[in-house]
Each structure stands twice: as structure tokens, then as C-alpha cells.
């Protein structure tokens, strides 16, 4: 099938991928312009872009979808687009402008987690499964008609960098098989029912900074929901902090009791918090502001955390 393929992250590489090594002509290939990245803010291609590349692909990084790259993409006179976590919202001129549609893999098991972070939404909210699906794009926010969907196991311990790697090849798989089914008139769309819906909207630094006022269940679930991206934030001494790992230690007894939320409590090789609900949490791997990740156990032998107890108040790293 002749193919647009519209997608940025590393997330939607595997999708790029698996068309291509199918057979498919991949006529063009739309990705974010090059943007700062790393450290040191250097201008770098897309991880799509790269692939792309590689793979002898045409790229157009139109730094908005106007009329002028629609009629860029209407040039190519391809089949269907295929849309994975593109990052710009398409009007609806390219909309209908393939003849098959836009189809979109989506990170969620529709029509739960429409959004633009479903898998951290899926983590906070204590999910155990979440899936990928593929649909028809319309106007609306990842509202469209149902294609196929695939569930999935999400673990306990899974962090969001986790479950989108492995939702990515997952995804990748789910998207080949829509395209063969749609060429084939195999697949009918079904509506959603979006009023059963649970929006995940972008995540802002206010919900990454840990309330440790929480249960230890919601703190670690904000951890994991938050790595890698932005991360957890605290601080303590003035200084900021990412909590990239942690787990519910025990419930507090005795003396620890009257700790506040926040406060470091004794003993332990890894660093145990206070937390709501008479509970604490372990810290596992960390980082302080301007330095780099470590372990719990080597942040109490380096003496980081002297100095009382964190607070939600923080500043970016």
C-alpha cells in the first residue's frame, strides 16, 4: 500500500519499521523540525527522521500542517496515512485526504486514556492492563472509529519508559495488521463510546512533584508514572530532587509514628520516607540537582540526605 507515515519519538520507530520491512511504499515520511537535545541543547534529528534516513525514506518537517504542506502530501497521492504520536494536531483537510483514511496507533485500550499520556495516566490510576489500538482519526482526541486493539499485562513495578518501549513493538505489530486488514476489507470500524472515557491530558510539572502526604501506593505509582519523563520531583536542603525508583517499604511503628510526611526515617541501607496513611517508601535510585543517578544505598553512604525531610516544594533540575 502507498503510505504516509507521520511520527516523532522513539515510540513510533518500530512502527516506521515494520511497514517498510512489510513491503509497504512509504511515499513520505512527515516528523518534527530538529530541536535541541541532551545536555548540551545540540540541534538533533527526530528518532523517526533517523530512521527514516537509514532506511532511504523521504522526510518533509513542516513546522506546521498549513495548506502548503496538505498540497506537499496530496503530491505524493498515497493510500492512507498512518499517524503515530506525531505531536501536531492534523486539520481537516489532510484528514480527508487520503482515500483509506488516517489510521493512528494509540498507547491505551480506547476509549479509556484518549490523550496525549495515556500510559502515565494508566500507572497513577493503579492500572494492571493497559493495550494499544489502532482507529480512524476524526476531529476530535483520539475519538475516532475502532480498528483492532490489543491488551496488555502492566506489571507493578513497570515504569512509563517501560511500558512504551514494549507497547511501541506491540503497537508496531497491531498497525501492520491493520494495514493488511484494511487492504484486504477485512476490518469494519466501530464507533466508541466516548462518554466512558478517561482523559489523560499532556503531564505538567505539578503533577510530578510527590505529595508525601500520599499513600505510599500513590507515591510510588507517581515514580513510576514519571520515569522518564519529567520525573518525580522533591526537595530537601534547598536542593531539588528525582526519585527515579522506589517501592512501599513498611508501615511506620514506635517513634517513626509521629514523623511527619517527608521526613527521612533511621535505619537501612536504602533511604526510607514517611509517608501518609501511617506508611513510608524506600528509595531506590535518585538524583540531586546538577548531579547524576545513584542508588539509594549510595545516596545515605554520600550523607545526601542530611538535613531533615523533603518537601513538594520544588525548582527544575
Known sequence: MKLAFLGTPDFAVPSLTRLHDAGHAIRLVLTQPDRPAGRGRKISPSPV?????????AVFQPERLDEAAVARLASEE???AVVVAYGLILPAAL????????????ASMLPRYRGAAPIAHAILRGETTTGVT??????????????LQKESSLGPEETAGEVEKRLSELGAGLLAQTI???????????PQIVDRQTYAPKIGPETARIAWSHAPTLIVNLIRAMNPRPGATTSLGGKSFKIWRAAAGAPRHGEEERAAPGAILAGGGEPRVACGAGGSVVLQELQREGGRRVSGEEAVRGRWLAGGGFSGETKAL
Open 49 to 57: 527522521k533517523r530512521a527514516a534516513l537509514e532506511r532511504g525514506l
Open 78 to 80: 498515497v493510500e492512507a
Open 95 to 106: 484528514l480527508r485526504l487520503p482515500p483509506l483514511g488516517c489510521i493512528n496507533l494509540h
Open 134 to 147: 489502532t482507529l480512524l482519526m476524526d476531529e476530535g482526541i483520539d475519538t475516532g472509529p475502532i480498528l
Open 180 to 190: 493488511e486488514g484494511i487492504a484486504a476489507g477485512r476490518i469494519l470500524p466501530r
